[in-house]
């Protein structure tokens, strides 16, 4: 099982940057499917983007393609969201998850991380 940890959230205006990350542990990560979700206040979980364990294919949500950027460094054991321009839209809880295949179907997802808060203020 992998155990995974999110950091890297926070309160930002509209238009700046933040950089999630999702640290694993546990058996290893690097032949893992890691994907980032969000939950935003009273409405469901949604996929936001994903990416394969090599040579690293990411896939994006459309509200967040062009702006976010995900990555993953299987050496550190760790997944990176980069999120850019951010809107007021992309208030949410945000939470990592691993899957043994790409898919964007969070039922697939068995391992999740607790997930960090990321507010964005107009």
């Known amino acids: 099982q992998v155990q995974l940890v999110e950091s890297g959230g926070g309160l930002v205006q509209a238009g700046d940057s933040l950089r999630l990350s999702c640290a694993a542990s546990?058996?290893?990560?690097?032949?893992?499917?890691m994907g980032w979700f969000r939950q935003a206040p009273g409405k469901e979980r949604e996929f936001v983007a994903r990416i394969t364990w090599s040579p690293g294919t990411p896939y994006y949500a459309d509200s967040v393609k062009g702006r976010f950027t995900i990555s993953r460094d299987n050496a550190k054991n760790t997944g990176y969201l980069q999120m850019n321009s951010l809107k007021p839209e992309d208030t949410a809880v945000y939470y990592c998850?691993?899957?043994?295949?790409?898919?964007?179907?969070?039922?697939?997802?068995?391992?999740w991380g607790q997930g960090t808060q990321v507010t964005v203020s107009s």
């Open positions: 998850a691993s899957a043994g295949v790409p898919t964007i179907i969070q039922q697939v997802y068995h391992n």
């Open positions: 546990g058996r290893t990560f690097s032949n893992t499917v």
